[in-house]
DNA sequence: CAATACATGGCAACCCGTTGCCGCGGTGGC
DNA sequence: GCCACCGCGGCAACGGGTTGCCATGTATTG
C-alpha cells in the first residue's frame, strides 16, 4: 500500500528555499513569479536552491492572493456525442499552450446539471467555455457577469460567442441537392432548445426561397441515432426524396431506419447530415455532411477566453464565425428519374392515395 | 462587455458574515464545515445571514489549509478515441457523486505530454485515475507515491488496478469463432506498448491451446482505423479465416481494406474487434466484438480512489477484474465451406498444395 | 560633489478559511 | 457544596505565496 505523507519534511516551500538560499522568502517568491523584479544572479541561485530541494510553487496558495487558479472550465453538453471530442481537443490543446489546465464539466443534457457544475466549478476557475449549453440566456449571462465566458455555437448578445457559419453550410447543401434534381427538402429537426437547431432551419428556409427549393421541417427528434430513426417512420410516412437531418447522429439513424424499411440511400432518397463526425466517413453509404471545423471551434474559443483573462475587453459585438464545408459523399444521389422501379409504395406513396400506402 | 469585477464589496467572506451574525470567524467556518461542533440555532443563523450576503466558501482558501481540493484528475490516452467518452462519463458521475470536480488531461497519445500534464496538475488535485497511460510503470510508481492513484486498463504492483477480464473476453470470442468452424485465428496487435496488447495476444494463446485452434500474430500497427487498414494489406498477402483485432477501430479498419480488395466479411474472413464502441453497432456489417463495460470501468476506479482519498488502503493486492461479454453482430459467420467460389487467390493462398486442405 | 534615480532585497500585511487549545457557564453526580 | 464534565464559542496560529512600501547601496546626472 502506498504511502502519500512525505516521510519528515512535508512538503518544500520558499521559506525551505529561502533559508537555503540565505535570502528572503519574498525575493524567492518573485524569483519565480518576477524574475525581473530580482538580480539574476540571486534568481539564478534561488533557481538552483529550489531545483535541488525539489521545490515546487503551490498553485493554491498563489491563487488565494491573485485569484488566478490557471485553470478554465470547458462545459459540454454530452460527452458521448462524438462532436464534441475535436472541440475539447482543440480547447484542450488551447488551454495547454497558454499554461492552462481544462477542467471538463460534461453536463449530459441537463440544465439542472450543467448550471450546478458550473456552479461549484466557477470559483475555482478563472474562465469558461461554454459548449453548447443547455442553459437559459439568463442563467449565462449571470454567470458571464462573474467570470469571463465564451459561448460557443451559440449568439447570445452581451456575451462573447463563437459559432459556425451554418447558414453557409446550409445553403452549400441545398445547392448541392438542387444541383442533383431535387426540388424539395425535409429538414429533420433537433432539439428545439439547441440554438444551431433554429438557425439551420431558418437558414434552409432562406436557401430554398433563393433557390426555388421548396422545404418543410419534421420533428423535433432527439439529435442521437435513436432520434433519426423515429425520423425515419415519420419520412416513411410522408415520403421525401432529399433530406436535411440537423446532425450527424440523426442522419445514421434515419438511413439505418430507412433501410430497414426497404428505401434506399441515396437509390430513392438522398441524406444530408451536420457535423462530419468520425463515424460519418465509416457508415455505409458514407454520409454528405457539413463539416464543421469543430478543433478550430474548442482552440478559438479558448484562446478568446484566455486573452479575455488576461484583460482583453472581449469582444462582444458580433459572434466569431468559423467557416464549414460540404464534404459528399455516398449518402446523396441524383433524384431516381424512374419511379417506375419497383418500389411502389414508396414511390407511389409521394403522390396521393393508393392501395399499397403503407407497405413494409 | 461584461464587467466582472463586484462593484463595491469584493467576494463575501466568513468574516463579513461573522461580522453581521455577530459570531466570531471560526464559528463561521465550523458552522459550514463542522455544523456538530456548533449550537444549531446559531448555526442556522449563521446560515441565514450567510445566505442574505450571498457567502461562498472558497474552495480555494479551504484546499490550502486541509489540503483537499475535491478534485480528481482523469488521464486519458486519446480523447479522439471513442473508447474513452464512456469512460469518462463513468468516472465523471462517480466524481460528481462524492462532490468531486474532474480534471481531464488529454495525453494525445505523447508519454511526454502525459507526465508534463500530470505534473501540472498533481498539486491540485486530491487523486488521479489513469486510464491507459503512456507512462512507464517506473514514472506512474513515482506519481502514486505522491497522490492516491488508480490505474486502469493496466495491472501495476503496488499500485491499485481496475482491468478487465480480457482473457475471459478472448477466450469467448475464440470459442465463437470454434463453434463456426475456424481452426485458426490471426490475432491484429495493437501497440506493443499497450498492456492489453499482450494479455490479449496471450490470453489467445492460452485458448488456442486449450480449443485446439491455431493461433499467429500480426503486426503491431496502429490502433485505428488506418492502422486497420494496413492490417488488411497483410491480411491480404497471408490470409486468414478469422481475425481477432486488437480493438473495434482497427477491426472496422480491416474490414474496410478487406472490402475495398474484394474480400466478403463475414463471408470469406470472420472478424471480431474489442471494446464494443459506438461505432461497432453502426457499421456494416455489424462488428462481433468483446464488449468493455466501459462506463463501469471509469465509475469503479473513481468511486476506488475516493475510497482511498478518504483515507483506506487502496487495495494493492490485486487488480479489480470487471466482466466482459462477447456482442455476436454480423462481422462473423460460419467458415466458408466452399472455397471453390470466385476467389481463387484468397481461397487458394491459404491452403498451399491442395484447395481444400483446411476445410472443417 | 551634491542630488536624484534606480536596482535590489527585506518587512509585514494580506488572501480566506481551518483547527488546536482554552475559557466560560451550566449540569449532573456524589 | 464541590468537582468533573460537557457544550459552545473565541483566540490565535497556521497554510504558502504575493505585494505595497521602505531601506539600503550603487549608478547617473548636473
Known sequence: ??????????RVTIYDVAVEADVSPSTVSRAFSRPSRVNSETAERIRRVAERLGYRTNPLARALTTSRTQMIALVIADITNPVYAEIVRGAQEAATDGEYTTVLIDAQESDRLERAAVERAMSTVDGIVLASSRMSDSAIRMVAKQRPVVVLNRALADVPCVVT?????VRRAAEHLGE???????????????????????????????????????????PTMAGGERAAQELYA????????????????????LSRMGVNV???????????????????????????PLYAEGSAATRHLLTMIEGAPGHTGRPMVLPVRLVVRDSTAARNPSPGRARPSWARQRSGPGPAAHLP
Open 180 to 222: 442533383l434534381g431535387h426540388d424539395h427538402i425535409t429538414y429533420v429537426a433537433g432539439p428545439q432548445a439547441s440554438w444551431p437547431n433554429g438557425i439551420r432551419w431558418r437558414s434552409l428556409l432562406e436557401a430554398g426561397m433563393e433557390l426555388e427549393i421548396k422545404v418543410r421541417q419534421i420533428g423535433p427528434f432527439s
Open 165 to 169: 457559419d451554418d447558414p453557409r453550410g
Open 266 to 292: 441515396p437509390g430513392d432518397v438522398s441524406v444530408v447530415g451536420f457535423d462530419n463526425i468520425l463515424a460519418a466517413d465509416i457508415v455505409t453509404p458514407g454520409l454528405t455532411t457539413v463539416a464543421a
Open 1 to 10: 500500500m502506498p504511502d502519500h505523507t512525505r516521510p519528515p519534511g512535508k
Open 238 to 257: 410522408r415520403p421525401a426524396t432529399a433530406v436535411l437531418a440537423f446532425n450527424d447522429q440523426m442522419a445514421i439513424g434515419i438511413i439505418r431506419g
